[in-house]
């Protein structure tokens, strides 16, 4: 009998906080149902869900807390703004129940759908977003750090996609016609706390003018952000952001900028047809530019194991790109395939240090031309495999190294590694060269240039010829290739097919023993590329002699 009576008890007192929809981690869920709920109701349970967002305004919301969305439903969200903490343990959730598609968050107004206000440990997932006046998701700070947000399994699309003639404004999610923001580029900054931890995985994003705009701020002694001085400039930069097996497609502009972040990690993402606005006027001037995933100021952080393709901007529309105060970060096994160019990099000011591209595999990126620009140093290019490119231009690179490359030329493919410069305040007129390691690469079908040292002048031995297979550019068991790179620091630990690196390096992004097969024989492809090379190079010492005694 004292067995029953107990038992009775407890279930009276669990009684009252299941009704009032208590979750197991101890925080309230409240439901929201566009087809069958009624915003005078409680709010806590499936049968007394609100109908609107409106309650959630007012709301405080509480770690362990939980806002769900029925799905199959439409919400008209007209910029719901949340300032709340949950924990690690007990996060603040904003996600989905019931059976069906995933709940859409709309606007018809030009405004944001959601904003993350001083949130910290807040997960978002499970939804689905439209702003096609409007934009998505802002997460910002004023008054303290923001920790722990992460998005998961969203779907946001709709969002200001036409054509413009300007590079858009970096400010709130409408004014950059973008899916999610994090802080902003403006002047003076909006804020000077951080967004740390943050998290984007699982997430489709399309049919928008930007992607993902990840931004830190300038503190508020920068004498002048945009100084070529890099002593005036003092960054925020947010810390270890995550973004994973997200899909960025069909934009107008940016995919992803990765702007003033340190330890960032972009990983088995795909960035399909961003970047389509070509950016000219009807005279071919370059209006504006646009990268699919760039970095701005970022700071040891990595882009690895994606897709790159499509990207049309012909002011940029490159695979890889490092700008404005960028150090020691890497892009690597990427592979970016038609394209504007490969690689087009930026350093503002004074320069930056210590960035790498390795292992990745570049087909058919060849509308304009790479440039690796002055300022850069120490930057480090290796075991790269690129095919079918434009030209590449290294002048003015200081302690860099490019080596184990292969670099399969079309007719088109030359490097320009030194040229005559003039001093802007004395006038006075030098050379700005590439200075470093250029060695043991791979040239085919391209010129070599005078600083080449150890030069592979051959066919690399591909397994297959199909351009659009990447396994095509695996090197056959009969590669003269094998086992012929040099070792050089830090090289990682697998190549661009996941092969474990050993000592005995090869050139090229395979670095696996060879594949079960021999390269097929084209002699006359093989003939052709031969010519083709003697003639280039014979143009690049032509061009390097006459920059040197300073014909033009």
């Not at 869900?49 to 769900?68: F, I, P, S, Y």
């Not at 779907?155 to 003639?165: M, R, S």
């Not at 083709?532 to 390097?544: D, I, R």
Request: aromatic content about 10%; glycine content about 8%.
């Amino acid at each position: 009998m004292k067995k029953v009576l107990c038992l009775l008890l407890c279930i009276s007192l669990l009684l009252p906080c299941l009704c009032m929809g208590v979750s197991a981690q101890g925080g309230m869920t409240y439901y929201i149902d566009s087809m069958d709920g009624d915003d005078s109701a409680r709010g806590t349970g499936e049968r007394s869900a609100w109908r609107t967002v409106r309650n959630l305004e007012t709301l405080a919301l509480q770690k362990g807390d939980k806002v769900l969305f029925r799905r199959d439903g439409i919400y008209n969200v007209n910029c719901l703004t949340l300032t709340c903490k949950g924990t690690a343990e007990n996060p603040i959730v904003i996600s989905a129940y019931g059976e069906g598609a995933k709940p859409l968050l709309t606007t018809n107004k030009r405004t944001d759908i959601l904003h993350l206000l001083d949130c910290s440990y807040v997960t978002v997932s499970d939804l689905e977003m439209t702003a096609h006046n409007g934009g998505g998701i802002w997460i910002y700070t004023q008054n303290e750090e923001s920790n722990g947000v992460k998005l998961d399994n969203l779907t946001i699309h709709d969002i200001q996609n036409y054509k413009v003639t300007t590079r858009d404004s970096q400010a709130n999610p409408t004014e950059a016609r973008a899916c999610v923001v994090v802080k902003n580029l403006c002047y003076p900054a909006q804020s000077l706390y951080r967004v740390n931890d943050f998290s984007m995985t699982n997430c489709e994003l399309y049919d928008c003018g930007n992607g993902l705009l990840l931004w830190g701020s300038f503190t508020e002694d920068s004498k002048n952000p945009w100084s070529e001085d890099v002593d005036q400039v003092s960054i925020v930069y947010n810390q270890n952001a995550l973004v994973e097996n997200c899909y960025f497609h069909d934009m107008d502009a940016e995919g992803m900028i990765i702007g003033m972040t340190d330890n960032a990690l972009i990983r088995n993402c795909r960035f399909i047809d961003c970047c389509q606005g070509v950016g000219t006027d009807e005279n071919g001037k370059v209006l504006y530019y646009t990268a699919p995933v760039w970095y701005w100021g970022g700071l040891r952080s990595t882009v690895e194991s994606c897709e790159i393709a499509g990207a049309k901007n012909f002011g940029d529309g490159m695979a890889v790109d490092f700008d404005s105060w960028t150090n020691d970060c890497t892009y690597q096994y990427i592979y970016s395939h038609d394209n504007n160019c490969f690689i087009v990099t930026c350093p503002y000011g004074t320069g930056q240090s210590g960035n790498t591209v390795r292992y990745c595999l570049s087909v058919d990126d060849n509308v304009c031309r790479n440039s690796i620009s002055t300022g850069e140093k120490n930057f480090s290019f290796y075991n790269n495999t690129i095919i079918n490119s434009s030209n590449f231009v290294l002048n003015g690179i200081r302690d860099s190294v490019f080596a184990n490359n292969i670099i399969v030329g079309d007719l088109k493919t030359d490097f320009f590694w030194t040229r005559k410069a003039v001093d802007e305040q004395t006038g006075e007129s030098f050379r700005k060269e590439f200075t470093g390691i250029f060695a043991n690469n791979c040239l085919w079908g391209t010129g070599v240039p005078t600083c080449a040292e150890k030069t592979f002048v051959c066919a690399p031995g591909f397994v297959g010829t199909d351009k659009t297979n990447p396994d095509s550019f695996k090197l056959a068991q009969n590669s003269p290739l094998l086992g012929k790179g040099m070792t050089l620091e830090n090289m990682g630990e697998t190549d661009f097919y996941g092969n474990a690196l050993t000592q005995s390096h090869n050139i090229g992004c395979y670095d696996g023993a060879g594949e079960n097969t021999k390269a097929p024989l084209r002699p006359f492809d093989s003939l052709f590329r031969l010519v083709n090379t003697a003639l280039g190079t014979l143009y690049q010492w032509v061009q390097e002699l006459c920059n040197k005694y300073w014909i033009f």
